[in-house]
């Protein structure tokens, strides 16, 4: 089967800098992928690594480490609109090797006071 | 613009009723996803479809049925046989190895 964690909660103060730590358990490991959900909202699409490293979209960057299963969301110069819910998705091959599919974490309520 | 619309927004259901919630796309994608999503969770595949005419079950498929005959559609269908289906439903697509578009989604309520 297919696991994610990462924490439930994070609350950080505007200015600041955050990051939401995603390990996960998959086989036919893809790529790492993280959304971001508003209340009551559809999930939009942060960022997707496949190779190991860092990339940086403006305050966003996102880390994978494929050797230890391990990735996060880097938050910088924090923002009242940031407070929302972050979920990090694996996305892996099926047993049959014919599709792609994404797998969600629980999610992280990020909570940005002033 | 392009994107993924869901209807409706808001649906009720009584014990024992079918219904059908409606995702269309206009991106020219070819997969497809029904997620669900219950208060502070994350999303659970429920069924998706990599092409037209064919469609696979995901983690929690049991009480639903899908059917994919046209590419921009991609209907979803909560039976009886669903014994606890409030919740939220999200309807997503993707090109082939690219990042998800959702729709607003569907709050389902059993009344």
């Known amino acids: 089967g297919q696991s994610l964690e990462q924490p439930s909660e994070v609350t950080a103060v505007e200015g600041a800098i955050v990051q939401i730590n995603c390990t996960y358990q998959?086989?036919?490991?893809?790529?790492l992928s993280w959304y971001q959900q508003h209340d009551g909202g559809a999930p939009t699409f942060l960022s997707y690594?496949?190779?190991?490293g860092l990339e940086e979209t403006g305050r966003f960057s996102s880390f994978l480490s494929r050797s230890d299963s391990y990735g996060y969301l880097l938050l910088q110069e924090l923002q009242m609109k940031d407070s929302a819910s972050y979920f990090c998705?694996?996305?892996?091959?099926?047993?049959?090797?014919?599709?792609?599919?994404?797998?969600f974490g629980s999610g992280t309520q990020l909570t940005v006071l002033p | 613009d392009g994107g993924i619309t869901q209807s409706p927004k808001y649906l009720f259901r009584k014990e024992g009723q079918n219904v059908t919630l409606s995702c269309e796309q206009n991106?020219?994608?070819?997969?497809m996803y029904w997620y669900r999503q219950d208060p502070g969770q994350g999303l659970r595949l429920i069924y998706y479809?990599?092409?037209?005419?064919?469609?696979q079950k995901g983690d929690i498929a049991e009480g639903y049925s899908v059917s994919r005959e046209k590419k921009e559609s991609f209907p979803l269908t909560v039976t009886s046989a669903q014994k606890n289906p409030t919740a939220f439903y999200l309807c997503?697509?993707?090109?082939?190895?690219?990042?998800?578009?959702f729709g607003s989604g569907t709050r389902l309520t059993v009344v």
């Open positions: 479809s990599q092409i037209v005419n064919d469609f």
């Open positions: 690594n496949a190779l190991d």
């Open positions: 991106l020219n994608h070819d997969a």
């Open positions: 998959t086989s036919g490991f893809y790529g």
């Open positions: 998705a694996v996305r892996s091959w099926t047993s049959s090797g014919s599709a792609r599919q994404l797998t």
């Open positions: 997503a697509s993707s090109p082939d190895g690219g990042g998800y578009t």
